[in-house]
């Protein structure tokens, strides 16, 4: 079916594939909180890595109103802002086509053994991911990939390995985005409309408010932000997390 080119219809078919990813994802969700909540409890980090537009799964994850206080976020720029890289080194329009910057990141994060990793890539093919997902699990970190298996298994994988980011995780999370990620197509050939920011966004925010069930059930209390912006939440998050000191950043960008 051709979906015609708006708003509406933009909304309409947007809102169909978030149902449909929601319904579609409960045993993924449920394995995904369960490692989660294990994480928490075990004193360790959930460590969240995505590359362009992905920085925003990251973001969902990691250091958000409503999320999990113990979270950190990896990202390119931490070559710059933690690892003494020239910032020119962020100018390369391929960096994230690049495998061998994983294992910078990953020593520059400095992940304890119990830490959980998140990695989001629709395409789930750049090799900074992927490596990445080699390098976390070479260590013994469970991993979650959070991607469009659509689009990831249309697609020649370029890793030296062959292989694809799900293809190292322990739970994928299928965000449902088409080949493309996009939905309206256009006189021309090409198409517009983007998807997965928003289901993987959802898909996140499921796995947290499954993660806080489960730790209230097993009678831990959640360790979660709330917003800076009302009166004593930021005294209050400060102090949650100091806990973790060294071992979360909270970055501007």
Do not use: W
């Not at 990896?74 to 003494?84: E, M, T």
């Amino acid at each position: 079916m051709t979906l015609s080119i708006g708003a509406e219809s933009s909304a309409a078919e947007l809102l169909r594939r978030l149902s449909e990813v929601a319904s579609s994802s409960s045993a993924q969700v449920a394995a995904a909180a369960s490692l989660f909540a294990d994480c928490v409890r075990a004193d360790g980090v959930i460590q969240a890595f995505g590359t362009g537009h992905s920085q925003g799964t990251a973001l969902e994850v990691a250091g958000r109103a409503g999320g999990l206080i113990p979270t950190n976020r990896i990202a390119l720029s931490d070559l710059v802002q933690f690892g003494g890289e020239d910032p020119s080194v962020l100018a390369d329009p391929m960096l994230e086509r690049r495998g061998d910057v994983a294992g910078r990141l990953y020593e520059l994060a400095a992940p304890r053994p119990r830490d959980l990793f998140v990695i989001a890539s629709s395409s789930g093919v750049n090799s900074a991911v992927v490596e990445m997902a080699h390098v976390v699990t070479s260590n013994g970190h469970k991993l979650i990939a959070i991607t469009s298996v659509e689009h990831s298994t249309s697609v020649p994988a370029r890793h030296e390995s062959g292989k694809r980011l799900a293809d190292f995780a322990d739970v994928t999370l299928d965000n449902g985005a088409p080949f493309g990620d996009t939905l309206l197509a256009l006189p021309d050939g090409t198409s517009a409309g983007a998807v997965s920011s928003l289901s993987a966004a959802l898909l996140v925010q499921m796995v947290v408010a499954e993660t806080v069930r489960l730790l209230l059930d097993s009678g831990t209390i959640p360790p979660v932000y709330v917003s800076n912006n009302v009166p004593g939440g930021l005294e209050r998050n400060l102090a949650l997390e100091a806990h973790y000191a060294g071992r979360i950043r909270r970055t501007a960008s």
